[in-house]
């Protein structure tokens, strides 16, 4: 079974700060892709950034980069220079190869952001 | 290029009516998924279709369903509903070929069942 761990439920940055939210899966499929999402109050889910399973770098968008471990299992979300827009829930998702499991995502219980300014 | 877009926004029901919620993706995408979403257990993936066939089902009783259209747009249908069944309904769409396809989600349906 697919599996998505964040074991942080809330964390607080001082703005321009960098913070790392933790993310660690479990997948018995040999391709897979993790995503990060963010979700302001409004509800919305916003795509962050992409890391696939078989890419030997790790992803970066802007201010977000994914350090991603495979051997540990972990895609962990970086933010740096944090701005106080960045308070929200992040969640961390996993697919599986569209093949087999379609467009299925399956999501971690979500860190909550806070910046401090 | 426009979003998802999701009506109605926000329905309030009783217990044992029905409610259809509709998506329209993103031009060009061919899935659509959707995720409910509650404080108690979280996103959770309901369906998705792929040019109108269901391609994926989560473990939703069958009073959750859907249906996509030849234009891609969706509906999903909940029927006989439960106090339980109030959440926030996301839609999501993407081109949904390719594991790095980005599902890209609507503004959510939000549903309380009295």
């Known amino acids: 079974a697919q599996k998505i761990t964040q074991t942080q439920p809330g964390m607080f940055v001082q703005e321009k700060e960098a913070v790392t939210l933790d993310c660690t899966y479990d997948t018995s499929d040999q391709s897979y892709g993790l995503f990060w999402y963010k979700q302001p109050s409004s509800g919305e889910m916003i795509f962050l950034i992409y890391?696939?399973?078989?890419?030997?770098q790790n992803a970066t968008e802007g201010r977000y980069s994914l350090n991603f471990q495979k051997a540990r299992k972990s895609a962990n979300l970086v933010i740096s220079a944090s701005q106080l827009g960045d308070s929200a829930m992040y969640f961390c998702a996993m697919r599986g190869s569209v093949f087999s499991r379609g467009g299925k995502l399956i999501f971690g219980q979500g860190t909550e952001l806070s910046v401090k300014p | 290029k426009a979003g998802v877009t999701q009506t109605p926004r926000y329905l309030i029901k009783t217990r044992g009516q029905q409610v259809t919620l509709s998506c329209s993706p993103i031009s060009g995408h061919r899935s659509v998924s959707w995720y409910q979403q509650t404080p108690g257990q979280g996103l959770q993936f309901l369906f998705e279709y792929f040019s109108e066939t269901q391609r994926n089902k989560g473990n939703f009783p069958g009073r959750f369903s859907g249906r996509q259209f030849s234009n891609s747009r969706s509906e999903m249908n909940v029927s006989t509903l439960e106090l339980g069944d109030s959440a926030l309904y996301l839609c999501?769409?993407?081109?949904?070929?390719?594991?790095?396809?980005?599902?890209?989600f609507g503004p959510g349906t939000r549903l309380t069942v009295l």
């Open positions: 999501a769409s993407s081109l949904g070929r390719e594991l790095a396809d980005t599902q890209y």
């Open positions: 890391q696939g399973s078989y890419d030997e």
